[in-house]
């Protein structure tokens, strides 16, 4: 009996594609093969599972059939098997992209860009990936000539895929008080093989001082949520929005790195970026930031603190921003440090020694090297140094910039409800 059930399961199962291979025996309570069946007394229950990425072929289910009563298959319908297969290979999600995220100066992790292509033919440009917030806006041919020195710019009338979003606009200001407005195309675009067709491109056709002369940066793609999207009268989706419906899996990393080139991935995480287990926590996706809650901090060889700290990732922001308790508690530790008026904010000498600074999230911790925390000097070959980490307390949100993401491999994961992965490297 038990003989005959193995023979009649392996049938269904192959007719339901769902064979696994039974084992040889099968007259244990349970048949092993993990999905779920179970057996007793010359009775079988089996729970029946998805198959992940699985699409349905009509026309192998009928050859199945021909095949099951050892009829040959017409020659149309071997085709038709055929056609559907590569349809569905087709539709199965597998898009990646990879970039490298280069610090504009290798001096002084100031700012990340990262080469990315728009329209027909393609225009390369150098824009600075920002997950704090969600405008893609770059230099153009409507920005006034007065305000580029230096920067590539987009020319829309030079690409044959390029289309004006007519009547939209966009304006945005930035925490460090720099702004671009402008007007919208849509326009093919790639990130590192990755390819989004119509992605809402904004022009400048007006940027503040602080971004004329920033020559490196080309513009900015945000990563941000797209409600924080400034178009109008429609908000435009981000380019990881846009695609993500490709994305094997909804999720970008950031792998930034001390004074050399660090990786955006998308659609993938690259095992060989990390050390140990990812530790995933909850995201708070409004207003539209990446804010998550960290375990606490500490100090040097200090206590760690157990208060949690609610901030938000952000590749956009150079340095940490916390509460004004916690850098004051860090500057505490560093000979000469003083919150500077002049140079707003904490300063101290450029030899003094610094301590590391740990930050958990769940059960991991996370140490900032000393050497990430001594920002850069207040002028060119000044030896007063400007610190990695300081308060928060004029800003209204805590950050955790690039000093701190710097530290960590992270995935920012865009599935219902979206989360943040973090693990050491
Ligand atoms: O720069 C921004 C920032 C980004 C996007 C927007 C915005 C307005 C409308 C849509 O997006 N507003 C910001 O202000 N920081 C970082 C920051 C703030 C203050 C000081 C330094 N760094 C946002 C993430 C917190």
């Known amino acids: 009996m038990v003989a005959v059930t193995n023979l009649v399961l392996t049938t269904v199962l192959a007719g339901l594609g769902l064979a696994s291979a039974l084992p040889p025996k099968i007259g244990t309570t349970n048949i092993g093969n993990g999905n779920g069946a179970s057996l007793d007394g010359g009775r079988a229950t089996l729970k ?3 198959r992940p990425n699985y699409r349905f072929n009509g026309a192998r289910s009928v050859y199945r059939t021909y095949l099951k009563y ?6 149309d319908l071997i085709k038709a098997v055929a056609h559907t297969d590569a349809l569905n290979a087709a539709a199965v999600k597998r898009d990646t992209g990879s970039a490298a995220a280069v610090p504009i100066d290798p001096r002084f992790d100031i700012a990340y860009v990262t080469p990315v292509t728009i329209g027909t033919p393609p225009q390369t440009l150098q824009l600075d990936f920002d997950t704090g917030s969600s405008d893609l806006w770059v230099f153009s041919s409507h920005t006034p000539t007065s305000q580029i020195r230096g920067q590539e710019i987009y020319t829309p009338d030079k690409s044959t895929t390029s289309k004006l979003l007519d009547g ?5 200001t930035y925490g460090d008080g720099s702004a671009s407005r402008g007007n ?11 390819a989004v067709a119509s992605q ?3 022009c400048a056709q007006q940027v503040s001082s602080s971004f004329t002369t920033e020559e490196s940066i080309d513009g900015l793609l945000g990563l941000g949520f797209s409600t924080l999207n400034t178009v109008n009268p429609a908000s435009q989706l981000t380019f990881f929005d846009n695609a993500k419906s490709k994305l094997g899996s909804p999720v970008f990393t950031a792998d930034l790195k001390n004074k050399q ?3 955006y991935d998308f659609g993938f995480i690259d095992k060989a970026k990390y050390t140990g287990e990812i530790t995933y926590v909850p995201v708070n996706p409004d207003p539209g930031y990446w804010t998550f ?12 603190s157990g208060s949690p700290i609610t901030g938000i990732a952000d590749t956009g922001t150079s340095l940490v921003y916390l509460p004004t308790a916690i850098v004051t508690a860090y500057y505490r530790q560093v000979q000469g440090a003083t919150n500077s008026r002049n140079y707003g904010g904490y300063v101290f000498p450029c030899s003094a020694t610094l301590p590391p600074f740990t930050f958990g999230v769940g059960e991991t911790k996370f140490t900032i090297p000393a050497s990430y ?21 004029g800003i209204g949100v805590n950050i955790w910039g690039d000093v701190a993401l710097k530290a960590a491999f992270v995935v920012f994961n865009g599935a219902n409800p979206p989360t943040l992965g973090w693990a050491t490297k």
Do not use: K
């Open 293 to 304: 809650t960290s375990s606490g901090y500490a100090v040097g060889s200090g206590n760690f």
């Open 70 to 75: 050892g009829v040959p298959a017409p020659e």
């Open 373 to 393: 925390m001594s920002y850069a000097p207040v002028t060119d070959g000044s030896s007063t140094c400007f610190g990695g980490l300081q308060s928060s307390s």
């Open 48 to 50: 029946q599972a998805r």
């Open 184 to 194: 919208v195309y849509t326009d093919n675009f790639t990130v590192g093989g990755l």
């Open 261 to 263: 080139a660090g990786t």
């Open 200 to 202: 809402a491109i904004q």
């Open 168 to 172: 939209h606009t966009w304006s945005i």
